[in-house]
């Protein structure tokens, strides 16, 4: 009897419908060594050099079958000898990720959780993966995908700093207090369309101080369209985004455009030459208007030079600029090369301490990197730029142009894949 029984409850468990599912394991160990000589801004005389090596690590788990995806990173960024070595680092552990996504049908799903956003060439929206901590948002994802052709997401994000019972002021740590955005993307043969609709709130004190003093919230709006094209050997692509709204109680209108040209003249040569505008504001005017372009999201250390000198943690509400730039790029078997110079000018006018106008010629930085790949898990990169900065950089940076201002680096990144297994489980274990 009880192996009938033991025969009945067998032959049940392998009738129930089963779905394949796979459970991967990965990691990441990137330590950095870098030396800062009038990286970001211009140095002064007597500055010295600032040298330290950071390091991202992370374990990555990743499970996925045909009813949902799940995926949490769990992550550690940190300086050589930031702690001591008999401490432990017991606030350094963070979730970069942590998601999961529920997949209704072939065309919709939804995914919520900690994220990356990241869309297009990562001008608005990017995940900052050249930042050891890189950039994530708390966020409820709606994906629609009509057909292998077009795609839809809609997002929205609403943060707090706390769980409270009552209406708290946000510290705006995530940089805003809610978001809303469309962004489609459909392929029509050679060419690419995507376009994106951003609403973003950032939370202050409206009349701080006075008896009327209340929370409020200001909406800015990003909106505008990318087209990509791609021939052959040939490759192009444009974009342009307007800002219109408020922000911290200030009217917003502010504008970009950028375009490339790519050629591939052989298969391991290619150049690249491109153009972005980012509206300024000049320096005498006295309004309160925000007319600078905001690129917000994105990951702006893979534009305008690689010395940050522009957008990243800076540069905001300022005169603006014009960055013209050329790319050569080699690769070799294992070996990639490189060679990046640009032409920075500002969009807006700058005025000197006794009220006259600068030349709008910022400077020219010339950036330079190598990369070889050691492994399928193990690679190594270098580089090393240097910013050539006029008078007018100054005016709006400060330090001394007439100096020395460089940046160097090495960075080695191991990636391995600890652990994939692929099964199938009866669909109500799910």
Known sequence: MKKQLLLLAMIAFFAMPSIAQEFNLSGEIRPRYENRYGFGSLRSEGDEAGNFVSQRTRI????????????????????????ATMTTDDTGINFFQAWGEAIISEKFSMKLGRQIIAYDDERIFGGVAWAQQARSHDA?????????????????????????????????????????????????????????????GIEYLENEGLPNEDTTIDYMQSIGPRVTFKSGNISADGAFYFQTGKSLDNSVSA???????????????????????????????SSTDVNSFAPLFGTNH?????????????HANNVGLTDIYLHLGYSMNKWNFKLSPHYFAAAANIIDTNGDNLDDYLGTEIDFTVGYKL??????????SQMFANDSMEAIKGGDSSLHNSWAWVMVTFKPNLFNHKFTAPEDVN
Not at 306 to 314: A, E, K, Q, T
């Open 60 to 83: 990555n788990f990743d499970f996925k079958n045909t009813k949902m995806i799940f995926k949490v990173d769990v992550q550690n960024v940190r300086v050589w000898g930031d702690v």
């Open 140 to 200: 409820f994802l709606f994906k629609i995908r009509p057909n292998e052709n077009h795609k839809i997401d809609v997002g929205i994000a609403y943060n707090a700093d706390m769980q409270s019972n009552l209406d708290q002021l946000y510290s705006n740590a995530a940089g805003y207090k809610t978001f809303q955005y469309g962004w489609y993307h459909g392929d029509f043969n050679k060419v690419g369309v995507s376009f994106l609709l951003l609403n973003t």
């Open 255 to 285: 504008s970009y455009f950028g375009a490339n040209f790519n050629y591939k003249f052989t298969d391991n040569f290619n150049a690249t030459l491109g153009g972005e505008y980012l509206s300024g504001k000049d320096m005498d005017d």
């Open 302 to 314: 893979k534009f305008n030079g690689l010395m940050d000198y522009f957008y990243v943690g800076n």
């Open 375 to 384: 492994t399928k898990s193990i690679k190594i990169d270098a580089g090393y």
